[in-house]
């Protein structure tokens, strides 16, 4: 069986986060496994509340799974604070975890704040060198860098500032941006840009996270990263395409898109 781990936040809404990865994870027939970072109170309106974890119960959870069920491949999501950034790197070094996606969640599509300012650079230094790819959204990408992204080809330069950081593969979303939903896949010796048409809709909650665990799920059943890139986009866009409303803010996306359940009778 085909296993995976995903460091993240709780969404009590079940858009994003935790609940989100799980979804994409059965979606894609990869058993998942979870380490809590913090618990928010949130739905398709925007964060209420959030209770960080304690570092230490991060990593207790980090060895249990690693230590017994192992993972074919892991991610993380919202870290929060510089301390547990760096205590989660540490634990992902010590337990020689190679397929690793690290999705730089900083802000929650409502705006409330994910990531310390003083954690931006603990996750530059010490986890970016141990991540396979790092998926980044522009306003993630131009804080990482302190670089402008205007249009696809601004992406570019700032990609190649960011594989300096260590990643092997960096994906910058550029759903942010006007026109298609293009993003970029660069490597040191490629670059490409993923396009799909832009779908008007008010289903985006969540959509960085399930994109994170469907790269995460396709590295655990043993695809290729740039072809697990390609297939997690054709999936976040399907998943995007497909979702039905849910709640009166920004409505989660349909995980189970790939998944058709007979009706009854």
């Known amino acids: 069986m085909f296993k995976a781990l995903t460091i993240a936040g709780s969404d009590s809404g079940g858009g994003a986060g935790i609940q989100a990865d799980l979804k994409t994870f059965c979606s894609l027939e990869v058993y998942g496994a979870t380490v809590i970072t913090a618990i928010t109170a ?14 230490d119960m991060v990593t207790k959870q980090i ?42 969640v900083m802000i929650s599509k409502s705006g409330a704040t994910l990531l310390e300012d003083d954690a931006i650079g603990i996750v530059r230094e010490k986890l ?17 860098t302190g670089m402008k992204i205007s249009c696809p080809d601004d992406m570019i330069p700032v990609a190649a500032q960011m594989l300096k950081m260590g990643p092997r593969i960096i994906v910058i979303k ?14 040191k010796t490629a670059q490409q840009f993923l396009r799909s048409p832009r779908v008007i809709t008010r289903s985006i909650h969540g959509t960085g996270c399930t994109f994170s665990a469907a790269i995460t799920a396709y590295l655990a059943r043993g695809l290729d990263p740039l072809d697990a890139v390609k297939c997690a986009k054709t999936y976040i866009t399907q998943a995007i395409i497909t979702a039905h409303e849910i709640g009166q803010g920004h409505s989660p996306t349909n995980h189970f898109w790939n998944r058709r359940v007979p009706d009854e009778g």
């Not at 989660?88 to 975890?97: E, F, G, P």
């Not at 141990?130 to 990482?144: D, G, I, K, Q």
């Open 42 to 55: 949130q739905n398709t309106l925007g964060v209420s509340g959030i209770v960080m974890t304690p570092v």
């Open 63 to 104: 060895d249990a799974v690693l230590g017994d069920i192992g993972a074919d491949a892991c991610k993380t999501g919202m870290l929060g604070s510089a301390g547990l950034a760096a205590a989660v790197a540490a634990r992902l070094k010590a337990h020689h975890v190679d397929k690793l996606v690290v999705d730089p």
């Open 128 to 144: 970016f060198p141990l991540a396979m790819v790092v998926t980044p959204n522009v306003p993630e990408a131009e804080r990482l």
């Open 174 to 187: 550029g759903g942010h941006l006007e026109g298609d939903a293009t993003d970029l896949v660069y490597t």
